[in-house]
T-cell receptor, first 115, second 113 residues
């Protein structure tokens, strides 16, 4: 079975400051890893994912995450945040084969941006 | 571009009442999911359907039943609602399992009194 731990329930940062949202996972098999974002009163949207290949993956709005197998981590980073990044961010994991259907989510990290 | 549509958006039930949450997707996806979201607990998988005609239990299936009516529709039924089922429910779909992007509906906010 897989599990996900997001170590911070809330992360407040100032606008234009860097941010890191931490995610650790547990699994006895290879995994796919995801970050989803939820803006207020909306459903979740995929931000980025790691399936295989390069361990550094990027999103179109400046976020990046690095898969670290030895530390079983998939931390999300952005060098300079904007007010529009205010949202809740969820790390998720699934078994690492294409037919797998179970996606397990972490408890979420609420990112609040101060002007 | 409807994507994943959930109905209703809001619902208040009395303890013991039953109801069905409806979900439909127009993206020709094979896999569909039902999650509940509770503060501090993230999203927990209730049931999922890897393909039309199949359903499987997730992390928290007790008190719920599902029906994959056809490829488009995946409904969630509460037979006898309990206050512990007060939550926000999300339906999602993906093309072929977890490796492909999951698309979420807007959610149903359910309160059981």
């Amino acid at each position: 079975a897989q599990s996900v731990t997001q170590l911070d329930s809330q992360v407040p940062v100032f606008e234009e400051a860097p941010v890191e949202l931490r995610c650790n996972y547990s699994s006895s098999v290879s995994v796919y890893l995801f970050w989803y974002v939820q803006y207020p009163n909306q459903g979740l949207q995929l931000l980025l994912k790691y399936l295989s290949g390069s361990t550094l993956v990027e999103s179109i709005n400046g976020f990046e995450a690095e898969f670290n197998k030895s530390q079983t981590s998939f931390h999300l980073r952005k060098p300079s945040v904007h007010i529009s990044d205010t949202a809740e961010y969820f790390c998720a994991v699934s078994p690492g084969y294409s037919s797998a259907s179970k996606i397990i989510f972490g408890s979420g990290t609420r990112l609040s941006i101060r002007p | 571009n409807a994507g994943v549509t959930q109905t209703p958006k809001f619902q208040v039930l009395k303890t013991g009442q039953s109801m069905t949450l409806q979900c439909a997707q127009d993206m020709n996806h094979n896999s569909m999911y039902w999650y509940r979201q509770d503060p501090g607990m993230g999203l927990r998988l209730i049931y999922y359907s890897a393909s039309e005609g199949t359903t499987d239990k997730g992390e928290v299936p007790n008190g719920y039943n599902v029906s994959r009516l056809n490829k488009r529709e995946f409904s969630l039924r509460l037979e006898s609602a309990a206050p512990s089922q007060t939550s926000v429910y999300f339906c999602a779909s993906s093309r072929e399992g977890a490796a492909t992007e999951a698309f979420f509906g807007q959610g149903t906010r359910l309160t059981v009194v």
